[in-house]
């Protein structure tokens, strides 16, 4: 026995290669990643050949291991290369990314140190860390202390903790689910219903609160909606606004709903996944006013903070109501649990997490490095360069929607004569078929609009000038060619 564990031992040592094998392996990937920065001004933003991604299948998993180099040329020719190029100050589209220099070091030295950031037992200064960070943007939002949370690995995640969470703070019984009603605005998150479904609750009632002319949910009508489901037996239980709507960018009346929320007994919890990092700007904090009335929200670091993605945020007011729902004891865990307290704020007492990804040193490091100063103009940057872009956009003809409250604006061209819907599809065609800027469309009442979406934060006034002109481009094209 003792020859074969020496001899399997002598394989599994490759797993770790001494400094004299790791130096040319680290050094070819971060000469990698410095030329990928080098060329990404010239990169496309988006390219619409997708057949390069299927190499990957090509080059199976074996028995063998297979040179550094030419593992990145397969990377950069099939991940890089094909589809969408979110790294891009040109990605104009959904609501971008990013990936800020410093969090990819962090992510490093997650990795490579791997401390366990689940249970404050074994990784005190992780848990303090990501705990120190929470606690950073429960100030930022307003909360009180006693307030707590988890970093997430997106919006999606982090709001549906934030509704488990709220279902059992109010006791829910799967027997009422169907009288159960959460109320939301039809400009809400699709991850929201994808979440109430995941949490069991897809049989709950969703009611769908009137929007005004700039999509946001109509304070009367809410109370409306709950007198008139009091009356019919239901029992109101959720309200979910929205601070940042992914399609138009609108924020909820925050404040009213929160009102509404308090007097009627509701769980208040509010998605600021998009917008909510916009309170760092002194001019929005007056429009992101009541987000400290919610019992819950949603902040996304991998937006608003322009981390690579992989980092969403959830705020519970009462830290007690997030453990309830996701505190559990395991016999093989007797002595972390024997060190827990309730000051310990755990990510694993505190999410459906055990074992997770140590997110706080993506986050922690570039906020330590930059200081929050250049975080906070580049929030204002973009929220400028959607102004400039909605005015420019109208002097090239196009018509557009509601002025934008943040950094998402749209708009469509009205052509003389034809179907205006066929007519922004083909436009989007053509641009996404050029690749030099990126942006995405969707549906407001019937109609097709484009969008523009700035939060990368490579974006400046060169990108936006571009999809201008672009724009401008491809109109002359497509009224010259129809
Ligand atoms: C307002 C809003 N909420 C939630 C999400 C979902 O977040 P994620 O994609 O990080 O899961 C998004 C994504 O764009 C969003 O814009």
């Not at 031992?9 to 920065?37: H, K, Q, T």
């Amino acid at each position: 026995m003792i020859e074969r564990i020496k001899k399997l031992e002598s394989i599994s040592r490759r797993l770790e290669p001494d400094r004299g094998e790791r130096a040319p392996v680290r050094d070819a990937v971060v000469a990698y990643g410095e030329g990928f920065l080098d060329r990404l001004p010239e990169l496309k933003a988006y390219e619409a050949d997708k057949e390069a991604a299927t190499e990957i299948r090509e080059s199976p998993i074996v028995d063998e291991g297979v040179p550094v180099d030419k593992l990145l040329a397969l990377f950069d020719e099939a991940v890089i290369v094909p589809g969408v190029n979110p790294a891009s100050g040109r990605f104009l589209a959904y609501i971008p990314g990013g990936g800020i220099y410093y969090s990819s070091l962090g992510d490093h030295l997650a990795a490579v140190t791997n401390r366990y950031a689940g249970v404050r037992f074994a990784g005190p200064g992780a848990v303090e860390m990501e705990n120190m960070l929470l606690d950073w943007m429960a100030g930022l939002v307003g909360y009180p202390e006693g307030s707590g949370g988890n970093l997430a690995s997106g919006g999606s995640i982090a709001n549906l903790t934030g509704i488990v969470t709220a279902r059992d703070a109010h006791g829910l019984k799967a027997r009422d689910y169907e009288r159960v009603v959460v109320y939301l605005s039809g400009q809400v998150h699709h991850c929201i219903h994808k979440a109430l479904g995941v949490a069991g609750l897809g049989e709950c009632v969703q009611r769908c609160v009137p929007m005004d002319e700039r999509y946001r949910m109509v304070p009367a009508e809410l109370e409306h909606a709950i007198a008139r489901d009091r009356a019919d037996g239901l029992i109101p239980w959720l309200v979910i606004a929205s601070a940042g709507t992914t399609d138009v960018g609108a924020i909820d009346p925050l404040q009213e709903i929160g009102r509404i929320a308090k007097a009627e007994g509701l769980w208040y919890h509010i998605d600021a996944a998009y917008g909510g990092f916009f309170a760092l700007v002194d001019e929005c904090r007056p429009k992101l006013a009541g987000m400290e009335l919610s019992d819950s929200i949603v902040l996304d670091p991998h937006k608003g903070l322009f981390l690579p993605y992989g980092t969403g945020a959830l705020l519970v007011k009462d830290v007690e109501a997030l453990r309830r729902a996701h505190h559990y004891q395991a016999a093989y865990m007797q002595d972390i649990l024997a060190e827990e307290s309730l000051e310990s704020n755990s990510p694993a007492e505190l999410s459906p997490e055990l074992t997770k990804h140590f997110r706080g040193l993506r986050l922690w490091l570039p906020l330590k490095l930059h200081g929050v100063g250049p975080f906070r103009a580049c929030l204002e940057e973009k929220l400028l360069l959607t102004r400039y872009f909605y005015s420019k956009v109208q002097e090239l003809g196009f018509e557009v929607g509601p002025e934008p409250e943040l950094s998402v604006a749209t708009y469509r061209w009205v052509p003389g004569d034809g179907d205006a819907n066929e007519f922004n599809q083909a436009l989007v065609d053509e641009i996404h078929r050029d690749g030099r800027v990126f942006i995405s469309s969707t549906m407001l009442e019937g109609k097709f609009v484009l969008r523009l979406a700035v939060l990368t934060f490579r974006t400046h006034l060169e990108s936006v000038d571009l999809l201008l002109d672009v724009l401008a481009e491809k109109i002359a094209l497509l009224t010259s060619s129809g």
